[in-house]
Every structure is written in C-alpha cells, then in structure tokens.
C-alpha cells in the first residue's frame, strides 16, 4: 500500500469544531486527478487539498503547487482550502515561507497568504491572503433572483442590486436588508444552478447587515452560502467577491476591514475578516484573513 500523511483544520476560527473543516493531503506528486476526487469524496468535506512539492527555489518563485477539490469538482480556486493549506505549510514547512508569507500556485494563479502573530495567544495561526483583483459582471433584477433564494422581492436591499463578482471563482454577491430575511434563505439549488451558470456565476454569496452603527456603513455582516444540497460554514473565495462589490458601491469605506461572521445557522460559526481599497481603476488589494486551528492528523492507505 501507498501512505499519504494528510491533516485536518478548521479555517476562520480560532475553536476546534468550528468554522471550515479543510482535509490537506501531503506527498501527493504522482497521483492522479481521479485518485483525488476519490479521496476527497473519502473525506467527503466541503474541499480537499492537495500538496504537490517541488524544490524549494521553484516554490519560493513561483509557489507551492496546490490543487483544490470538492466532493464532486476540482476547483480553480478557494478561500478556506488556500488559507488553510497555507497554514499547514507555515506549520511543517518553514522553507516554504518567504519571510512572513506562503504563496500558493493555484490553478487560478498564485496568491500569497500573510501570517501574523495571534492577539490573543491562543494555538490559531493567523493568516491573511490577498486575491486577484475582482471582474464585475452582469447585474440581475431582484425581482428574478428573489424566488430563486426562497425570498420576497422585499427583502432585497434595492440599492445594492445582485451582481457577479469574481477574484478567481465568480459568485452573484446578493444584499439583504437585515438578518431576519438571512435566516429565511433557502436557495432552490435545481432552478439557481441552471439560471447562474448560464450568467456567468457559480452560487450566491448572501449577506446582511448585523451591526450598524447610527451613521455610515454597516462594519459587522452576516453572510451565508448554499450550494450542493447543502450550506458552507465560510466560504473565503466569496467573501473576496462580496468585499469588491460592497466597496465599489460606498457600502463599505475603502481600505476599511470589516467583519463578517457566517455559518451560525449551521453550528459552525465561522469569523472572516475582509478589506479592500477603490482607486480610479476599480477595486484592488483585496484581502480576506482569518485564523486556522489543527484538529487531526493521520495517514491514508492507497492500494
């Protein structure tokens, strides 16, 4: 038998059994794509990630190789799988750092994931990647995308209309007004899958205010993802999206970093940590940080 050495974290939170789970296979040059989609299915998680090593000068240059698959997909790119597969590297790999920072050569290209010491002390290692600038596409009407989420056209917030944004993986960003018409989402996954695809975008990202201040922008959001059947703790990839669109469009201060907690409803309350800047162009720097902590490791046995 062949043996893989492999962890498991838990992305965007600093408790164990909370935020993303995320399995980080190790020793894996030489497999091949269907041995991965097989073993991810094993795991049977929300993303899997395989590491391909390479010498040290190729990765210091050009990244560590990574591949990211789903249950059922490989995927160009992925928040929680980048920031955690980073952060096993920074744990087991020092070479692979460069200074403070582990870049990643995803399919989508690399992206380079920062760490910082935890404020509170605590065994989480802290890490902020910064993504590709956004693409925005198409804009949607609200009264189409409503039914599809299971909603009312009311409960839409009409000055931020849905849009495809992309920093690697395009998701409809979709802004509700509060958190009471968050907790009612329920996405209709046959009829949205067909009716994203053929616009562009793979899922809706949804999100809503949770603490406004008195005056100005919202600085605390809720957020929630449904796709396969089922709903994600956090999902980094499009928390990159949903940061390019809501300061392209003045709901959050550029540069600012703002807090979004998702996965509550699920049991798995996930703490992401989102920043982008405006300039003349559009959107750029746009950074999505949380923390990851260990909470298994072991080893897989291939025929």
Same mark, same amino acid.
């Given at each position: ?20 789970? *995320? ?58 799988p980048t920031l955690g597969t980073a952060s096993i590297l920074k744990m087991i790999a ?39 600038? =956004? ?15 299971? *909603?009312?056209?009311?409960? *839409? ?28 989402? !329920? ?10 695809r053929e616009r562009g975008a793979r899922w809706f990202y949804v999100l809503a205010p949770e ?5 100005? =922008? ?55 940590? *989102?920043?982008? !800047? !405006? ?25």
């Amino acid at each position: 038998m062949t043996s893989l050495d492999y962890f498991v974290v838990d992305v965007f939170t600093e408790t164990p059994q909370a935020g993303n789970p *995320l399995a980080v296979v190790l020793n894996t040059c030489g497999l091949a794509t269907e041995q991965m989609q097989a073993i991810a299915r094993e795991f049977n998680l929300s993303e899997t990630t395989f590491i391909e090593r390479r010498p040290v000068a190729a990765e210091r240059t050009e990244g560590v190789r990574v591949r990211v698959f789903t249950t059922v997909e490989e995927l160009p790119f992925a928040g929680h799988p980048t920031l955690g597969t980073a952060s096993i590297l920074k744990m087991i790999a020092p070479e692979a750092l460069a200074g403070d920072t582990v870049t990643l050569a995803l399919k989508v290209g690399p992206v380079p994931v920062r760490f910082e010491p935890s404020a509170t002390g605590s065994a989480a290692i802290a890490g902020e990647m910064t993504q590709r600038e =956004p693409e925005f596409g198409a804009e949607f009407a609200p009264g189409e995308v409503a039914p599809l989420l299971g *909603l009312a056209l009311d409960d *839409l917030e009409p000055a931020l209309p849905p849009q495809v944004v992309s920093t690697g993986a395009p998701f409809a960003i979709v802004v509700l007004r509060n958190v009471e018409a968050l907790a009612r989402l !329920k996405v209709n996954q046959d009829a949205a899958t067909a009716w994203l695809r053929e616009r562009g975008a793979r899922w809706f990202y949804v999100l809503a205010p949770e603490l406004v201040q008195d005056q100005g =922008p919202a600085r605390q959001w809720r957020a929630r993802m449904q796709f396969y059947g089922g709903e994600d703790p956090a999902t980094g990839s499009a928390a990159g999206c949903a940061i390019s669109y809501l300061v392209a469009r003045g709901a959050v201060p550029s540069g600012e970093r703002v807090h979004v907690r998702q996965g509550v409803e699920i049991g798995r309350p996930s703490d992401l940590y *989102l920043s982008a !800047k !405006k300039v003349s162009v559009g959107v750029m720097d746009v950074r999505v940080a949380g923390s990851t902590v260990l909470v298994a490791k072991g080893q897989l046995f291939l025929p």
